[in-house]
Nanobody, 124 residues
Framework: QLQLVESGGGLVQPGGSLRLDCAASGFTLDYYAIGWFRQAPGKEREGVSCISSSDGSTYYKDSVKGRFTISRDNAKNTVYLQMNSLKPDDTAVYYC?????????????????WGQGTQVTVSS
């Protein structure tokens, strides 16, 4: 059974860091583009970052550029989202998703498989 499981969320103070992990089971991530998305209360789910499987190209939402870094370890079948200099506006449930194409996008409509999400709360 194809499954994505996120971990690493939690409560952090403004300016702090967290690393989110997205572990895949039941399939190999090598051939899938992976995206990280988030959804805050009362807001639509939005793309935060993504990474292609073809050439490792990465893309970021403007508001997280320079603060977040996406990476993948195909040997561990895991994708990471390193989040630094966190702000209260980053508070949301974070989801990872897999797309059955090599090119990544930040559109939720392009992804086929989703994890259950992990809560990130940035507050003092």
């Amino acid at each position: 059974q194809l499954q994505l499981v996120e971990s690493g969320g939690g409560l952090v103070q403004p300016g702090g860091s967290l690393r989110l992990d997205c572990a895949a089971s039941g399939f190999t991530l090598d051939y899938y583009a992976i995206g990280w998305f988030r959804q805050a209360p009362g807001k639509e789910r939005e793309g935060v970052s993504c990474i292609s499987s073809s050439d490792g190209s990465t893309y970021y939402k403007d508001s997280v550029k320079g603060r977040f870094t996406i990476s993948r370890d195909n040997a561990k079948n895991t994708v990471y989202l390193q989040m630094n200099s966190l702000k209260p506006d980053d508070t949301a449930v974070y989801y990872c998703a897999a797309r059955g194409y090599p090119t990544a996008t930040l559109s939720t409509r392009d992804y086929d498989y989703w994890g259950q999400g992990t809560q990130v709360t940035v507050s003092s």
